[in-house]
């Protein structure tokens, strides 16, 4: 597959809140590095930080876009609640090894109740 396609998917899955179904997406040592948080290695790691998120709050992404190069693709997303977002995956043998997002955790943390910490 494609890395678009391999995002399409993706996007699919997290829209289902399953934090098993999405980490199947994840090289064993893939990193997520969502710019606002720490980065998170490897996939259990991975799988956890899901299962977390998704435990604490719903999470919707639509897509606005979704660009590829080589083996990069970008998602441009939004949600109901107006937040925005963009997020690069690096996939290679159809695996993602390296993701890295950018979206207001402030205003995320607002949005769905949650503590901000100090």
Known sequence: MQPGEIVKAWVEAFNKG???LISEFYAEDAVNH????E???GKAAITEMFARE????EMVCIVENIFQDGEWAILEWNDPIGLRGCGFFHVVEDKIVFQRGY???LRFLKAHNLPIPH
């Open 34 to 37: 969502q710019v606002a948080n």
């Open 18 to 20: 399953d934090a098993r």
């Open 39 to 41: 980065p998170v290695s």
């Open 103 to 105: 979206w207001d955790k």
């Open 54 to 57: 998704f435990a604490a709050s």
